[in-house]
């Protein structure tokens, strides 16, 4: 089964202030199966934000069509798409996004609540996952009372809270030193390999990209190249190296 499915999708932003057009997608088309764990990279400005903010249902491309569990998010109103992405979408954000004055019990169960799901299933299910991520104990702390490997612990709770259809993820190690990155990506990946979630990955980091099973390379708002790993982290990140050393990498 196809988590996502984009068909010929292209991206034009109209000219502004004398600005020329630009022409931000170019016509990608993509699949990501059920459990895949996929990276997007390529140069900056190549499309890979804009990419991911259409795949995502926050922007409108100009042309082409998506799917997310064979819903066509492209033709969606406003108002369905928004609870469409509530109920099958999960984000994980570089700033993680929690907010301040709720418990992390609350931040997680935040979609589930807008939904009004029965109290028992919100509990049980927060529970749960709380406890996969090894943060069980801090239920009723607030973000402030924790540290940053567990601020991402918990992004990462809340974007599995409503078992959604595919993950995104927007340069999850953006900011962070090596340590901190190794634990997001170690997250991440325990999320593919033990809930078996599907994971859409933008990032221009070669180290959080050796973690994917699969990276899309874009150049110019078209996917130039696409590699697969087989499972040796290793090998995968020297591959990432050589990719981006001829479609060019971020820094
Ligand atoms: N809101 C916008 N208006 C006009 N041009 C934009 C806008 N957002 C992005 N672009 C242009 O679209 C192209 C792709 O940008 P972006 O998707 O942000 O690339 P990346 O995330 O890979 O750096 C770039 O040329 C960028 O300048
Ligand atoms: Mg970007």
New binding site residues.
């Given amino acids: 089964m196809k988590s996502l499915k984009v068909n010929n999708l292209t991206k034009i932003?109209s000219s502004?202030k004398g600005?020329k057009e630009?022409t931000?997608l170019g016509g990608i088309n993509l699949m990501v199966n059920n459990g895949e764990f996929v990276g997007v990279m390529?140069?900056?400005?190549?499309?890979?934000?804009?990419?991911l903010n259409i795949l995502s249902g926050v922007d409108k491309s100009t042309s082409g069509e998506v799917f997310i569990n064979n819903n066509e998010i492209s033709k969606m109103k406003k108002d369905d798409l928004a609870l469409f992405r509530r109920k099958n979408i999960g984000y994980i954000f570089q700033d993680f996004n929690l907010l301040d004055s709720l418990t992390l019990e609350e931040n997680i169960s935040l979609p589930l609540i807008l939904d009004k799901k029965n109290p028992k299933e919100i509990e049980s299910k927060v529970s749960e996952l709380m406890n996969f991520f090894n943060i069980g104990e801090l239920k009723k702390k607030y973000p402030y009372h924790i540290s940053g490997g567990q601020k991402q612990r918990v992004a990462a709770a809340r974007a599995l809270i409503n078992n959604p259809a595919i993950i995104f993820a927007d340069e999850p190690t953006g900011n962070l030193d090596s340590k901190s990155s190794n634990n997001i990506m170690t997250t991440i990946s325990k999320m593919n390999d033990e809930i078996k979630s599907t994971v859409l990955m933008?990032t221009h980091d070669p180290f959080a990209a050796s973690f994917c099973k699969r990276i899309i390379f874009?150049k110019d708002?078209n996917i130039k190249m696409e590699i697969t790993s087989d499972g040796d982290r290793k090998k995968f990140y020297d591959k990432v190296l050589e990719v981006q050393g001829f479609i060019g990498g971020?820094n």
């Fill in positions: 932003y502004y600005a630009v931000a390529g140069p900056s400005g190549s499309g890979k934000t804009t990419l933008v874009i708002g971020e």
